[in-house]
């Protein structure tokens, strides 16, 4: 079975740029989730998906960040205009279920963001 | 609002020693606690879960206990191999049940 896959693996950026990151999650697997993780801290829940509806979207930084999961499959997570604090592993999950008392979390290798 | 911590941040130990990773919560009513490895530049990996009525879980030489009322869960290595360096993290479900609240990790290191 193949696992989440994610691209790209690196990006450097300036300040001020943008920068999309995309996930294919497991085949089945209806829900989604994108997660930001800081050098030296735990990944943190930026947005997820049941299916192509949002489910908690109450970290994302509505004013510079998008996420879109078209057709309840692949998903896209951007970011206009970069800040340098946006420095960080942009990490996707996913579950065959919404409920994480039930179920277990796969994640991607992630995405490794430098703004410089 | 539900806080994870770890302790140590950063451990190294000789190979072969058993050694323990410390996990506390601050809101006891979770459903189940996770357990995760990280290797550098590598996504994150499922060691153990533990559900809420469940006290612990064995998986090979990784044991993970439970006490929900102190807070408190431990993560048991015994007869640590180089190849288990890696960064820990213990996790629980946030009280929605969306998403994953993470500590910030144990960083290990076994020398041979």
């Known amino acids: 079975e193949a696992g989440v896959a994610q691209s790209p693996r690196y990006k450097i950026i300036e300040k001020r740029q943008s920068v999309a990151f995309w996930c294919n999650p497991i085949?089945?697997?209806?829900?989604l989730y994108w997660y930001q993780q800081i050098l030296g801290q735990g990944p943190k829940l930026l947005i997820q998906?049941?299916?192509?509806?949002?489910?908690?979207d109450s970290q994302l930084p509505k004013d510079r960040f998008s996420a879109e999961r078209l057709k309840g499959v692949d998903s896209t997570l951007k970011i206009q205009p970069a800040k340098l604090e946006d420095s960080a592993v942009y990490l996707c999950?996913?579950?065959?279920?919404?409920?994480?008392?039930?179920?277990?979390?796969?994640f991607g290798a992630g995405t490794r963001l430098s703004v410089l | 609002k539900q806080e994870v911590t770890q302790i140590p941040a950063a451990l190294s130990v000789p190979e072969g020693e058993n050694l323990v990773l410390n996990c506390s919560f601050t809101?006891?009513?979770?459903?189940?606690l996770q357990w995760f490895r990280q290797d550098p530049g590598k996504g994150l990996t499922s060691l153990l879960l533990?559900?809420?009525?469940?006290r612990e879980q064995t998986s090979g030489r990784l044991n993970a206990s439970l006490d929900k009322s102190s807070g408190r869960s431990t993560l048991y290595i015994a007869a640590s191999q180089p190849g288990d360096s890696a960064t820990y993290l213990c996790?629980?479900?946030?009280?929605?049940?969306?998403?994953?609240?993470f500590g910030k990790g144990t960083t290990l290191s076994v020398s041979s």
């Open positions: 999950a996913s579950s065959l279920v919404r409920d994480t008392g039930k179920n277990i979390q796969y």
């Open positions: 085949s089945g697997h209806a829900t």
């Open positions: 998906f049941q299916n192509n509806g949002v489910v908690d």
């Open positions: 809101d006891s009513a979770i459903y189940n």
């Open positions: 533990i559900q809420s009525s469940q």
């Open positions: 996790a629980v479900p946030n009280q929605a049940g969306t998403a994953l609240i």
